[in-house]
C-alpha cells in the first residue's frame, strides 16, 4: 500500500487495487473475443443437439413409438426446459475440475482465448463425428479441448491427472455398467411378463412397479446434488421424500387409473390383434380358460423361437402388440426425462466456457463464480433443439435402428438400465457418458433378447473408436486453435 499526497489530499492506493484496474482496462480491448466465444458456443450447442441429443430418443425411434416429428417437439420442449431449470446454477465449468485456472492469474486474456479455443476444437469434432453419423460425447470432447489449449500455455503443468484417469476408466466401465443394469432389468421383464402366453395381466399387474421405479430414479436424479433453480433449496431428506413419495405416488395413481383403462383399452383391441408370424387372431381376454386357444398361443410363441438363427437368443420375436401397448408410454416418459437432465447438463459444455469468458471480461478474475444468466441459457436450449430438428435424425438412426433391433420392451430397459448407471455413478464420483452408457445398454440388451449374430459389431467397433479418439482429436484441435490466436495478444 502507497499514500500519494495530491493538491493537498492524501490518496490511499493498493497494487492489488491498481492491478485490477488495468486489468480491466486491458480486457476491454478484449470484447471481440467475448462476441466470438458467444457466437462459436451457439454453433457448439447446435452440433451438441446434432448429436449428443439422439441419445435421449434414438431408442424411442427404433421402439416406433415415437416420429422424428415428436422426438423433435419433445426435444425442443424438455431440453430447452432441462437447460433452463437444471442449468441455471453458479457457472462451474468443467475446466475448473480438469486445469488449475489459478496459474491464468495476470493471463486473463490468455485464458479467455483458451475458452475460445476449446470451443473451437469441440465444435470441430462434434461436426466431423455428426458428418459421418457416429454417437460421441460431448463432455469428454471439451474436457480434450481445454486440455489441449492449457497444455499451449503451461505445457503439462496443472492438469489434474486423477480426473483425466477417471475419464479413460469411464470409457470402459460407463458401457458395461449400464449394459448389465440394462440386462438384469430386461431379465425381470422377460421372465414376468414377455414369455407368458397372456401377458396382459402380468404386464398389467407390474405396470405401477415399473412406472414408480422410473419417477423414483428420474425425480432422485434431479433433485439430487444438482445447480440450477432446486440447488440448495431441498435438503437430503427432502430429496428422499421427494423421489420416493412421488414414485409411490405415480405407482398408485397407474394402479388405480391407468391400469383399468389400458385393460379395457386393449380388450377392446382384441379383434384385430395378430400375431406377427401366424396372422392369426390372438385370444387374450381377462378370464378366458379355453385351453384350445391356450394351446395354439404356445404353439405360435415356440415355432417363433424355432425360426432364431442363434442360439444365443432369449426371444426371437417382435413385441406383443399387448407388451408394445404397455411398454410403449413407459419408453417415452423415459425419453423425456432423459432429455430434460441433458439439457440441463450438455448445455455446460457449450455454455460454460461462454460464461467464463464473459466473467473473466466482467471482473477481471479467473475463478469468479457468478450466476448464469437465464437468457443465456435459454438460448442454448434454441441452440441445442434447432440442431436436433436440423440434423438429429443422422445419429438418432444410428442408434435406434442400426445396431441392433430395438422394440419398446427392450428400448425402455435400456433407459431405465442406462439413467440409475448415471445415477449411481455420478453420485460415487465416477464420470460417466450418457453416450457411453445408452450404446452399451443397446448392444448389451440387444444380444441377449435376440443373439449376438442381432448387433452390427463392425458399428460397434467405429463407435468405440470414436470415443477413444475424442479425449486427443479435440485436443489437438484446440491446441492448433490456440497457437493461431495466441498472434492476436
Known sequence: MSITTIAGIEWISSSSTINTILTQEKLTEALWIVIVGFIIGLFLAFFIGANDAANSFGTSYGAKALTIHQICILGSIFETLGAMLLGAGVSETIRSGIIDVSLYEGQETVLMLGQVSALIGSSIWLVIATVVRLPVSGTHSIVGAV????????GLEGIQWSEL??????????PVLSGLLSIFFFYILLKTVLLKDNPLEPGLKSLPVWY???????????FYNTSGVFEGIIP????????FGSGILAGLIVFCVLVPRLRNKIQEMVPIMFHADSNEITDIQKNTNDETSQDEQRQSRVAADDECVDESATLCRDD????VQLCSPLLILSAVFSSFSHGGNDVSNAIGPVISIWVTYETGEVDTAVETPLWILFLGGVAISLGLWLLGKRVIQVLGEEITMLTPSSSFTIELGSALTVLTASNLGIPISTTHCKVGSIVAVGSFRSGTSSVDWS??????????????????FSAVSMELLMFTV
Do not use: D, E, M, Q
Open 212 to 222: 414408480s421405479l422410473v419417477i423414483t430414479v428420474n425425480f432422485f436424479s434431479i
Open 236 to 243: 437430503l431428506y427432502g430429496v428422499f421424500i421427494l423421489s
Open 165 to 174: 484417469g477417471k475419464i479413460v476408466i469411464s470409457w470402459f466401465t460407463s
Open 147 to 154: 486440455i489441449g489449449y492449457h497444455v499451449v500455455v503451461f
Open 320 to 323: 406383443h402388440p399387448i407388451v
Open 459 to 476: 458399428l460397434f467397433r467405429n463407435i468405440a473408436i470414436s470415443w477413444f479418439l475424442t479425449v486427443p482429436t479435440c485436443l489437438i
